[in-house]
């Protein structure tokens, strides 16, 4: 979705947080939350909208508004880069820079530039629902690749569910059996992108204050991308489509933040699962705006990727639990 975008919580092997796409930093330590879970879980729900709002936007701007993908993407980092440095003040810039992993911090970075603009090209031609169903993909990802990159390995119940959950996502495109158009393969990479975004998150989570890998996480964007989108730039037609290049990093900075707060009233295995709501809003997004409506082979393929997820969490409880 986005950057999403792919931002959001992810199933993910014991000992770590989950977290969500385009942006999230659930990962991150947090201090010792207090239990409200109704609470987080109605924040986790809200960030999920929010998300949903942040592709259906971008969709909107490059097809409907036929603004140049590059200038979005842009624009989608710089409004949530002007946000922060507004709502914290410009001198706690200098403190937002202050890591002890540069290098990790700039990969991570990119990692998020590249999930955003793979997103928005996929969004270009496929439909929310398809892209949502595809990201779904990530929490199995983070499962698989957690081993060789963090030493988590997963067992062979869950890497039996993660084989399970690629099936859903076979069942969902259907190679072999329709044309699958190029695009799809725009998306998986950003869930791929998104999937190192996630794991790095982790890493520097032993190192860095939320806010410094928050702050790090849109640098790429809006530096890397400023020559690119000034060179394609193509001024929007009115006030309509200034308010939702606007909106961008409204929609990502917000969702951002509630879903760091959703995880000081509730832990990770509560409210992971409602990540699965972005197809809800996703497909309402989709049609509202867009009037597409979810085929049956999508919904097939997102359910066996959902109970796929939802496996994944039942045996990180389990696990915990032992």
Known sequence: MADKRRAGPVAAPPSAPATRRDHGLASDPMPAYSANPLLAIGLMCLATALFSCLDATAKFLVVKAELPATQVVWVRFMSQFLLIVVVLGAVSVPRLLATTQLKHQMLRSVLMLASTVFNFLALQHLRLDQTSTIYFLTPLMVALLAGPFLGEWVGWRRLVAIMIGFAGILVAIRPGFTDVHY??????VSMVAYTGFILLTRHLSRFDPVEVTLFYSLLAGAYGMAPFALVDWVWPAGWLHWTLLASLGVWGGIGHYLLIIAHRYAPASTIAPFIYVSLLTHSVLGFLVFQD??????????????GAGLYLLHRERVTRAR
């Open 183 to 188: 695009a799809v393969i725009f998306s998986l």
């Open 293 to 306: 409506v979810p085929d049956r082979w999508t919904l097939a393929g997102a359910a066996v990727v959902i």
